[in-house]
């Protein structure tokens, strides 16, 4: 356990750029959002003051219309693509891509205050964030669901954080590739290829990029003209759940008007929830705004309502069936992709790998619905990965294996919050 500690903290040291940390040397070499987010509650078990410092520095990147970027360049760097060069993107003071990530800053303000030894000074930084946090969400609502569906809107996979997930395949494919400029990848400097998202994936990542670019990023027209539009279970649960942390912060402040705001994005969002449950599958899908089709994928952020407090106690429960049968088909889990299905890769990044911050999140959410006994036996798989095989980025749920970026600084986190 002290082994545990003393690594985790070395990792988020080492990968600390300066009030800002990496996801890791050479494959991710920025700040990225919600990495930050989650890596701040992992600095909070150590050095509170270093904790507030990440986000801090996370919303100093803040657009003007609101949204807070998925990367942020503090630093020019030649080990990414694409860099800032190729997104051409940013505010004022900061280069960054031009879309979001899952918001879960809010999340890891109120876990950084609940958790501080001095309320009083922690609630001062707290309310120096809330507003940017306010208007992040408020974004969100704005840019994302300008049509009121309750559910926001993902424009591309890269805002998902979990790119190549089978949930994106029949909506990517959908997209055109277009006669993008030549482009060299570098992730696959990094990694193995049998890791990582394939080329034709990558090909319509970019194709999105450049689309979005040539529009100056604008939130009005990209909703409009994105040919990739999801209602992304994952990030919906993180926002609905930061809405509720942010809306406990508005009542600490006396923020009484913004409790109504938030209130009134969460009743929203309840009916659009009811959307995606699939009742004979036992799971929460995702559904291509373009089609209106419920995608035909059931995967680990799927389960994340639970960590929403979305679910009734029965549906709760029949979740919790899911993700028992997911964890006795294989070795460790929670794979991020249903085992039983035949496009299953448990190396190939969001395609099967158990990922330590999506078990926390999920960990949570069993936790808090009283599934205690799941929720220990996913933290004891990600405790067992974590000490066998090394801090890595992602698992293989078969075997154990480490995959991805190692001295991952988000998993070091994760192993710091499961101790308390
Ligand atoms: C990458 O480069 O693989 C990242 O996931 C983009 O955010």
Known sequence: RSDIIARSVTILRENDFGGYTIPAKGLYPYQWNWDSALVAMGWAMFDE????????????????DGMVPHIVFHRPCSTYFPG?????????????????????????????????????????????????????????????????????????????????????????????????????????????????PKQAEYDRYLTLLYRFRAVGYDPAQLYHMSPFRVSDVCTNSVLYRANRDLRW??????????????????????????????????????????????????????????????????????????????????????????????????????????????????TDGLRSYGHHKLAERVIRDTRTLTSSSGMYEYFNPIDGAGAGGNNFSWTAAMCLMWLD
């Open 49 to 64: 003051a270093r904790a507030w410092e990440e986000l801090e520095t996370l919303f100093s990147a803040q657009w003007a």
């Open 249 to 362: 912060l508005a009542l600490q402040l006396n923020e009484t008007e913004a409790v109504f705001e938030i209130d009134s994005w969460l009743e929203r969002a309840r009916a659009g929830f009811e959307t995606l449950w699939d009742g004979s599958a036992g799971i929460y899908r995702s559904q291509n705004q373009l089609t209106g089709t419920l995608i035909p994928a059931a995967t680990s952020g799927g389960f994340l309502p639970l960590f929403a407090g979305v679910p009734s106690t029965d549906r709760a429960s029949v979740l919790a069936d899911t993700i028992s049968r997911w964890a006795d088909s294989v070795r460790y889990s929670v794979p991020s992709f249903d085992p039983a299905d035949v496009r299953f890769e448990p190396l190939r990044y969001w395609r099967g790998p158990v990922w330590a911050i999506v078990n926390w999140m999920i």
């Open 84 to 196: 800032p060069d190729t997104w051409q993107a940013g505010s004022s003071t900061h280069s960054s891509t031009g879309i979001t990530q899952p918001p879960v800053a809010a999340i890891s303000v109120r876990k950084i205050v609940e958790g501080s030894g001095n309320r009083e000074a922690a609630l001062r930084r707290a309310a120096a964030l809330f507003p940017k946090l306010m208007r992040w969400h408020r974004w969100f609502v704005t840019a994302r669901d300008p049509e009121g569906r309750g559910l926001v809107a993902t424009l591309h996979p890269w805002e998902s954080g979990m790119d190549n997930s089978p949930m994106w395949d029949e909506a990517l494919a959908a997209v055109p590739v277009d006669p993008i400029p030549p482009y060299v990848r570098k992730d696959l400097g990094h990694v193995d290829s049998a890791m990582r």
